[in-house]
């Protein structure tokens, strides 16, 4: 992607910065940041702009550590229950060799009930 070049206005300053995102992109990440600056302004005594960009920013790295931490539980929940799903898959596997190795039959030549399944 090419790199852009975007302006930023915000807390009372301007600057331009050179990004390989795209400008609505880097919009839409400070219409985020407005926003929890707004709601510090709204919810909170915090007065000074300073004091709340910083609030905004641990309020925005708290959810980023969240979020993570979220994600990598899942991914150890997922593994773990692929692991069982897996064991389970290999028993059915072993129960359903060894019954075409041995297969019991009754007199008149029909494989007999089992009750080997009951127990899944």
Do not use: C
């Not at 596997?93 to 019991?104: F, K, V």
Request: net charge negative.
């Amino acid at each position: 992607m090419a790199v852009e070049t975007v302006r930023i206005e915000m807390l009372g300053t301007a600057f331009v910065i050179q990004t390989d995102e795209s400008e609505q992109y880097i919009n839409s990440l400070l219409a985020y940041y407005q926003a929890k600056l707004d709601a510090i302004g709204r919810d909170s005594r915090v007065q000074d702009p300073l004091k709340q960009a910083i609030l905004a920013s641990v309020y925005i790295i708290d959810e980023l550590f969240r979020a993570r931490v979220d994600n990598s539980l899942h991914k150890d929940m997922d593994a773990d229950i692929g692991d069982e799903l897996s064991a389970i898959a290999q028993r059915l596997i072993a129960r359903i060799d060894h019954s075409l190795i041995e297969p019991a039959a009754d007199p008149s030549g029909s494989p007999a009930p089992t009750d080997e399944w009951s127990h899944l």
